[in-house]
């Protein structure tokens, strides 16, 4: 058990709707980053958080938007789902602002747009 | 676009063999990572390896680190079953604060 949990484990939403995943970091970690994992194109990062800030922007579409909470939770809410957002999305978290030890993974959320 | 690139895609080794799955990369690191993932779960971080050093040990797994060639190999001796997952290697460059990862490296371990 790596500590970070992510709810809902498994999702399936029609097009066009909106659904919001919830990340709990490990106690103590500071930061939060989110990635997108599909067969076609890996392992691809969103974004991260560190301390209820926005610190860094990957491959994020402006219909996903992100936030951490004073209590340093997590969210990401996508909008508008089209078939193509089908994916697992893992939330990680580390102690500092930089993965200069490790990164912790939750066991993902398993979505399916339909 | 992915920063490393891991080789072979797949991998079939029988129990008791050595497992070497490489990693190459484009650009400037402060650290490399290797993680595993078993089937639709989430990874595990296995080994880092920071950009001064050249070699890592833990356990039955062995990395190197070569900068200048920009490469990385993990080698796992003495496969178990129970090793198999797929491998991912994750760069990490503090100037942009991104750990990004290849597509990643299916390995077998045949009983």
């Known amino acids: 058990d790596s500590g970070v949990t992510q709810t809902p484990k498994h999702l399936i939403t029609a097009t066009g709707q909106r659904v919001t995943l919830r990340c709990s970091p490990r106690s103590g970690d500071l930061s939060v980053y989110w990635y997108q994992q599909s067969l076609d194109q890996g392992l691809q990062f969103l974004i991260q958080?560190?301390?209820?800030?926005?610190?860094a922007k990957g491959n994020i579409l402006e219909r996903f938007s992100a936030q951490q909470f004073p209590d340093l939770h997590s969210e990401l809410n996508l909008s508008s789902l089209e078939l193509g957002d089908s994916a697992l999305y893992f939330c990680?978290?580390?102690?500092?602002?930089?993965?200069?030890?490790?990164?912790?993974f939750g066991q993902g959320t398993r979505l399916t747009v339909v | 676009s992915q920063q490393g690139e891991e080789d072979p895609q797949a991998l079939s080794i029988q129990e008791g063999e050595n497992a070497t799955m490489n990693c190459s990369y484009k650009t400037s690191i402060n650290n490399l990572q290797w993680y595993r993932q078993n089937s639709g779960r989430g990874l595990v971080h296995l080994i880092l390896?920071?950009?001064?050093?050249r070699e890592k040990h833990s356990g039955r797994l062995r990395v190197t680190l070569d900068t200048s060639k920009k490469s990385s190999s993990l080698l796992i001796t003495a496969s178990r079953a129970a090793d198999t997952a797929s491998y991912f290697c994750?760069?990490?460059?503090?100037?942009?604060?991104?750990?990004?990862f290849g597509k990643g490296i299916t390995l077998s371990v045949r009983p």
């Open positions: 390896i920071r950009s001064n050093e």
């Open positions: 990680a978290s580390s102690v500092g602002n930089r993965v200069m030890t490790e990164a912790f």
């Open positions: 958080y560190y301390n209820g800030e926005e610190r």
């Open positions: 994750a760069t990490y460059f503090g100037a942009n604060s991104k750990l990004t």
